[in-house]
C-alpha cells in the first residue's frame, strides 16, 4: 500500500532571502517523499513566526486535518518548523498520536515515536527558550533606537503628515487646516457636532469619506498633532503572546519631533476641554482623576435618615415571573444587616421612587409651567433638519462627481494615444484600470437608494421618536433636570425630605443672575420639600396592607377558602397560605373548626 504524504515548510518572515529558503525547503521536502516512494496529497506552507500557533493559517489547517482521513504521513524539516512553543508541540504531538498519524523529520532522516517524546521535549523547550531570549534581544534594541529618537516610523496614513525623506515628514497644509479647526472647535463641541461641521465645509479625511467621531477624537488625543513622539507606550510580550501596556515611567517622549499643527497650549487647553465633557457626561470607563460622579441621576443624592449612610442601587430577582425589580437600599443594611451595625431603615422600589418625584417636579418644580407638547414639536423640527442632512445623498453626491471625473480621464487618454503621447501597451494598461475604476463606481452608485425611498425612511424615523417623545420621555427629562438639582435626599420609613440647593434651582453658577458675594452666601441654603411615603411605596407596609386585605375578605365572608382568595388577590396559593401562617402568628385570625370544615375568626388586635 502507497503512503500518502504532506509537507509542511515555514519561515519566520517574508523577507526575500527567507522566501529562497522557504523554496528550498519545499523542494527538499518534495525530494524526500519521492525518494520514499510516497504519494504527494497536500503542502502547507507559510511565513509566520512559530512562536505561537496564532494566525498560522497552514498550520491550523493541517492541525485540523490530522482528524481526516487524507494523509498518513505529515513530513517537516525539522521541529522548530512546526513551532518554538512547548505546550502547542505536546499539543501537536497528542492529535498526532490520537489520529494514527506519523511524523517524518526529513533533516535527521527519521520517523517520530513516542519513545523520542522526552528529548522532543527538550529541543521545544530550547526552541522555546532561544525565541525568548531573541524577542528580549529584539524588544531591547528596539528601545535602544527609540531613546536615540533619529528616526521615526508611522502609518502612511497619519492624517496631517507627508513623508520626505526616511525619518522626515512635513505637513499637508490643507489636513493641517482641517486639524486646526478641529481643535479651534472642541473647546465649546463635541466630536459628533465637529464631524457635522467638516462634513459641510467638504472638509473629508485621505479616503475622501467623513470623518467619523472616534477618527476626530483619536486626532485631538494624540499629541504628535503639537510635534511631540511617545514610543514604547505598548510591547510585545513574548510569554503572555500579546501586547501589553507598559508605565508612563517607561515611555519615550520626543519633543519637537515632527512638524506641529498646533502648539503644546492648544493641545492641553483642547484635552482638557474634553475630560471636562467626559467627566460632565459620566462617560463609561472614564476614570477622571478624583472622586467619582456616580453611574446614576440618584447616585449620592440619597442618604439615610437612621443612620446617615448612603444608599446603593441593587437587583433583587421577582419569584413570580423571574423579572429584575430594581431597589435602592442603605449601605449600612447591604454590609451588615438589620442588627448590630446594620440598619433597618426601607428599601426604595426605582420605578416607584421616580413616579413619586414626577408628582413632586409637577407640584413644587417647573411641571406646571411645562409645555410638553411644545417641547416635542420644537424637538422633531431640530431632529428633522438634523437627519436631513443625509450622508448617504452627500456620498451619493461625491461619486457622481467621481464618475465624471474618471471618465473624462478616460477621454484624455484616448487623446494622448491618437497624438502619439503614449504607447498601446501603456494606454490598454491605463484604460483597463480607468474602466474597473468606473465599474466599481457604478456598482456602488447603484446600491443608493431613491429620494422617495429616502423620504419615506425618514417620515417613518421621525414617528418613531414622536412616539417615544409622547410617551413620557419629556416629563422623563424633566425630572432627570430637577434631580439635578437635588442636593440631598434623606429617607425615613414614613417621608422623604428633599432638600433642593437655591444657588442651583436660581442659576447662580452659571452666572445667569447679578448677585453680590452675600446673596450668593445666602443662596447657598437649602430648600426642603417633604413627601409623606404612600402605603404601596414601602415594601413593609405593603405587605401589612396585603395580609390587612385578607382579614377584610375574612370579616366579610368567614367561610372564605384560601383558594378563593387567591383568586382574588390575583396570586399563587402558595403566597396566600403564607400571608394566612403570618396572620396567625401575630394573633390576627385562627380557624375554628377541622378537616377543612369551620370558620375563620378575626380576633381583635391584642386578643389571645
Known amino acids: 500500500m502507497t503512503l500518502r504524504a504532506v509537507i509542511y515548510c515555514r519561515c519566520s518572515t517574508e523577507e526575500e532571502s527567507q522566501k529562497d529558503a522557504l523554496s528550498k525547503q519545499v523542494e527538499e521536502a518534495k525530494d524526500c517523499i519521492s525518494r520514499n516512494g510516497w504519494i504527494l496529497v497536500d503542502s502547507y506552507v507559510e511565513s509566520k513566526s512559530g512562536t505561537t500557533t496564532k494566525g498560522r493559517a497552514e498550520y491550523n489547517r493541517l492541525f485540523e486535518e490530522l482528524s481526516q482521513d487524507r494523509f498518513d504521513i505529515v513530513v517537516v524539516k525539522s521541529q522548530d518548523r512546526l513551532m518554538r512553543n512547548v505546550k502547542d508541540w505536546y499539543l501537536f504531538l497528542d492529535r498526532l498520536v490520537t489520529c494514527g498519524k506519523q511524523l517524518y523529520l526529513y533533516i535527521e532522516h527519521k520517523f517520530y515515536s513516542p519513545d523520542d517524546a522526552l528529548i522532543t521535549g527538550i529541543k521545544a523547550i530550547l526552541a522555546e527558550e532561544y525565541s525568548s531570549e531573541l524577542s528580549k534581544k529584539i524588544n531591547n534594541a528596539h528601545k535602544n533606537r527609540q531613546r536615540g529618537g533619529k528616526v521615526f516610523i508611522f502609518p502612511p496614513n497619519t492624517y496631517g503628515l507627508r513623508k520626505v525623506s526616511k525619518g522626515r515628514y512635513e505637513l499637508v497644509e490643507e489636513e493641517a487646516e482641517a486639524i486646526r479647526l478641529m481643535f479651534h472647535l472642541v473647546k465649546t463641541c463635541g466630536c459628533g457636532m465637529i464631524a457635522n461641521m467638516l462634513e459641510e465645509n467638504g472638509m473629508c479625511d485621505r479616503q475622501g469619506n467623513p470623518f467619523e467621531e472616534e477618527a476626530?477624537?483619536?486626532?485631538?488625543?494624540?499629541?504628535?498633532?503639537?510635534?511631540?513622539?511617545?514610543?514604547?507606550?505598548?510591547?510585545?510580550?513574548?510569554?503572555?503572546?500579546?501586547?501589553?501596556?507598559?508605565?508612563?515611567?517607561?515611555?519615550?517622549?520626543?519633543?519637537?519631533?515632527?512638524?506641529?499643527?498646533?502648539?503644546?497650549?492648544?493641545?492641553?487647553?483642547?484635552?482638557?476641554?474634553?475630560?471636562?465633557?467626559?467627566?460632565?457626561?459620566?462617560?463609561?470607563?472614564?476614570?477622571?482623576?478624583?472622586?467619582?460622579?456616580?453611574?446614576?441621576?440618584?447616585?449620592?443624592?440619597?442618604?439615610?435618615?437612621?443612620?446617615?449612610?448612603?444608599?446603593?442601587?441593587?437587583?433583587?430577582?421577582?419569584?413570580?415571573?423571574?423579572?429584575?425589580?430594581?431597589?435602592?437600599?442603605?449601605?449600612?443594611?447591604?454590609?451588615?444587616?438589620?442588627?448590630?451595625?446594620?440598619?433597618?431603615?426601607?428599601?426604595?422600589?426605582?420605578?416607584?421612587?421616580?413616579?413619586?418625584?414626577?408628582?413632586?417636579?409637577?407640584?413644587?418644580?417647573?411641571?406646571?409651567?411645562?409645555?410638553?407638547?411644545?417641547?416635542?414639536?420644537?424637538?422633531?423640527?431640530?431632529?428633522?433638519?438634523?437627519?436631513?442632512?443625509?450622508?448617504?445623498?452627500?456620498?451619493?453626491?461625491?461619486?457622481?462627481?467621481?464618475l465624471i471625473q474618471k471618465k473624462n480621464l478616460s477621454d484624455k487618454l484616448l487623446d494622448k494615444l491618437l497624438r502619439d503621447v503614449i504607447t498601446d501597451a501603456a494606454y490598454k494598461s491605463k484604460r483597463k484600470e480607468l474602466e474597473d475604476s468606473i465599474?466599481?463606481?457604478?456598482?456602488?452608485?447603484?446600491?443608493?437608494?431613491?429620494?422617495?425611498?429616502?423620504?419615506?425612511?425618514?417620515?417613518?424615523?421621525?414617528?418613531?421618536?414622536?412616539?417615544?417623545?409622547?410617551?413620557?420621555?419629556?416629563?422623563?427629562?424633566?425630572?432627570?433636570?430637577?434631580?439635578?438639582?437635588?442636593?440631598?435626599?434623606?429617607?425615613?420609613?414614613?417621608?422623604?425630605?428633599?432638600?433642593?440647593?437655591?444657588?442651583?434651582?436660581?442659576?447662580?453658577?452659571?452666572?445667569?443672575?447679578?448677585?453680590?458675594?452675600?446673596?450668593?452666601?445666602?443662596?447657598?441654603?437649602?430648600?426642603?420639600?417633604?413627601?409623606?411615603?404612600?402605603?404601596?411605596?414601602?415594601?413593609?407596609?405593603?405587605?401589612?396592607?396585603?395580609?390587612?386585605?385578607?382579614?377584610?375578605?375574612?370579616?366579610?365572608?368567614?367561610?372564605?377558602?384560601?383558594?378563593?382568595?387567591?383568586?382574588?388577590?390575583?396570586?399563587?396559593?402558595?403566597?396566600?397560605?403564607?400571608?394566612?401562617?403570618?396572620?396567625?402568628?401575630?394573633?390576627?385570625?385562627?380557624?375554628?373548626?377541622?378537616?377543612?370544615?369551620?370558620?375563620?375568626?378575626?380576633?381583635?388586635?391584642?386578643?389571645?
Open 216 to 402: 476626530i477624537r483619536r486626532i485631538i488625543r494624540n499629541p504628535i498633532r503639537c510635534g511631540t513622539v511617545v514610543q514604547n507606550k505598548r510591547h510585545w510580550d513574548f510569554r503572555t503572546k500579546r501586547m501589553i501596556k507598559t508605565s508612563e515611567e517607561e515611555w519615550v517622549i520626543h519633543k519637537n519631533a515632527v512638524p506641529a499643527c498646533v502648539s503644546e497650549e492648544e493641545w492641553l487647553e483642547a484635552n482638557r476641554a474634553m475630560d471636562e465633557r467626559a467627566m460632565a457626561r459620566n462617560v463609561k470607563d472614564y476614570k477622571p482623576k478624583g472622586g467619582h460622579i456616580g453611574k446614576y441621576d440618584l447616585s449620592g443624592k440619597l442618604k439615610c435618615g437612621r443612620c446617615g449612610a448612603s444608599y446603593y442601587r441593587s437587583y433583587r430577582k421577582r419569584y413570580k415571573d423571574s423579572a429584575y425589580i430594581i431597589e435602592w437600599k442603605c449601605s449600612s443594611y447591604l454590609y451588615h444587616g438589620k442588627r448590630g451595625e446594620g440598619c433597618d431603615n426601607i428599601l426604595l422600589n426605582e420605578e416607584k421612587l421616580f413616579e413619586l418625584l414626577n408628582e413632586v417636579c409637577e407640584r413644587c418644580y417647573q411641571g406646571g409651567q411645562m409645555d410638553s407638547a411644545g417641547i416635542v414639536e420644537k424637538t422633531l423640527l431640530i431632529l428633522e433638519k438634523v437627519i436631513a442632512k443625509n450622508r448617504n445623498s452627500l456620498k451619493k453626491q461625491k461619486l457622481e462627481e467621481k
Open 439 to 608: 465599474k466599481a463606481i457604478e456598482e456602488e452608485l447603484e446600491t443608493f437608494k431613491t429620494e422617495e425611498e429616502l423620504k419615506a425612511a425618514m417620515e417613518k424615523r421621525m414617528q418613531v421618536i414622536r412616539d417615544k417623545l409622547e410617551s413620557g420621555l419629556v416629563r422623563k427629562a424633566a425630572v432627570s433636570e430637577m434631580i439635578d438639582q437635588i442636593e440631598t435626599m434623606i429617607v425615613f420609613p414614613d417621608r422623604l425630605e428633599i432638600h433642593f440647593c437655591l444657588e442651583r434651582l436660581l442659576g447662580f453658577r452659571q452666572g445667569t443672575l447679578p448677585v453680590s458675594a452675600d446673596d450668593r452666601e445666602k443662596m447657598k441654603k437649602v430648600m426642603a420639600v417633604y413627601c409623606a411615603l404612600p402605603d404601596d411605596f414601602v415594601f413593609q407596609r405593603q405587605k401589612e396592607t396585603e395580609r390587612e386585605r385578607i382579614v377584610r375578605y375574612m370579616m366579610e365572608n368567614p367561610h372564605i377558602t384560601a383558594k378563593e382568595i387567591a383568586r382574588l388577590e390575583g396570586v399563587s396559593l402558595s403566597a396566600v397560605n403564607y400571608r394566612i401562617k403570618k396572620l396567625k402568628n401575630q394573633g390576627r385570625i385562627r380557624f375554628d373548626g377541622r378537616g377543612g370544615r369551620g370558620k375563620w375568626t378575626v380576633c381583635e388586635r391584642g386578643e389571645v
